[in-house]
């Protein structure tokens, strides 16, 4: 298939640093390529791929150094060459909200739109029910309970390339990590006072939005100062393996509907066992006993990162080779082209299914 990926301009594909979406999309582009499938990646520049690139700014928004920048006409002009070059593809694969829904509504049904962020904001409904021509792909069942009348197409957890993020064995000095983003949601001050009652090392790996430095200078920083605390900042996408690998545990104590957490399944994926709050898709990824321990409370939570020590790491790497590899992520997307309205009513001769599957 001739498979068009529209990336959104914040990051690189792969980020450089911090970026869930636009790596998720680096990990699917080069799985179909493997598959064998001709991919086309509308993206910034600065991007890495063995896809054709179609370079849409010079550099992605965020790291960007000019002081002014309009991230609305990034954007417009992204989807205005994708509709221009749209004849050249069998599928328009959107990952950018649905800021071209009302640019691609003759085309409807030869895109998918994967979803995402969280879908408990005012005026979604409205617009989901306005453009309801355009099949979704939701990240997680749980991802959809605030829209559950929206054209749903199937659900597609997240995968990564599980060569990439290898297996490590346990060290004797590991600690515990926290790695993403320092906002309220994500509770970087409930990581680090779990750690403290636990009497473990907490290495934290994490950016700092200009949204939420308010929030890190007055809540956060003055935690930080504990022995056992150590910030590292924002780390680099090379550096993410072995910070993950070399931990103990991954604490993952969100307060808010996450619709994936791709952190958790890169813990996994190098042995590294999930201590994480039962909030969003938090259940439909980690496996109870197996690939970490899911919470509901900070003693329950205390608890856990021990219990986490002692579980087996060649399991929780298992764990996530059955279930969250980019290959097994890929061949359910092509499961979902394949039963695109614009495939309907080609002979079955001519749509041949790839190998792997979704949960409508």
């Not at 890495?48 to 992605?60: C, E, N, P, S």
Request: net charge negative; aromatic share 8%; hydrophobic share 45%.
């Amino acid at each position: 298939m001739k498979i068009a990926q529209i990336a959104p301009l914040y990051e690189a594909v792969p980020p450089r640093l911090y970026g869930g979406t636009e790596r998720l999309i680096a990990h699917l582009t080069q799985a179909l390529i493997d598959l064998g499938h001709e991919v086309t990646l509308f993206a910034s520049a600065d991007s890495h791929t063995d896809a054709r690139l179609v370079a849409m700014r010079k550099q992605a928004l965020r790291l960007d150094p000019a002081p002014l920048k309009s991230d609305l006409a990034s954007h417009l002009i992204l989807l205005q060459e994708v509709q221009r070059h749209a004849d050249a593809f069998d599928v328009l694969h959107f990952h950018t909200d649905l800021l071209h829904f009302p640019f691609f509504e003759e085309m409807a049904g030869r895109t998918l739109t994967t979803v995402h962020g969280r879908l408990d904001i005012k005026d979604l409904p409205e617009a989901y029910r306005r453009w309801k021509a355009f099949p979704l792909a939701s990240i997680s069942k749980d991802q959809r309970r605030p829209l559950p009348f929206a054209h749903w197409h199937g659900t597609v957890h997240h995968g990564i390339d599980d060569a990439r993020f290898h297996y490590h064995e346990a060290l004797e000095d590991g600690y515990l990590a926290f790695l993403g983003r320092i906002s309220p949601e994500k509770r970087p001050d409930r990581a680090i006072a779990i750690a403290i009652r636990a009497g473990l090392p907490l290495k934290m790996a994490a950016k700092v939005d200009t949204a939420d430095r308010e929030y890190f200078e007055q809540r956060i920083r003055p935690l930080l100062d504990h022995p056992l605390i150590e910030f590292l900042g924002e780390i680099s996408d090379a550096d993410k393996v072995e910070f993950l690998g070399n931990a103990s545990a991954l604490l993952f104590p969100i307060d808010w509907p996450e619709p994936f957490g791709l952190v958790m399944i890169e813990a996994m994926a190098c042995g590294t066992p999930v201590v994480a709050w039962r909030c969003g898709a938090v259940p439909e990824v980690v496996e109870q006993g197996v690939s970490g321990l899911i919470v509901d409370n900070d003693e329950q939570a205390v608890a856990a990162v021990h219990q986490a020590l002692a579980l087996d790491r060649r399991g929780v790497r298992a764990a996530f080779e059955r279930r969250f590899s980019s290959r097994i992520m890929a061949s359910a997307y092509v499961d979902l082209y394949r039963r695109l309205p614009a495939f309907a009513d080609r002979s079955p001769a001519t749509a041949v299914l790839m190998p792997g599957g979704t949960n409508p």
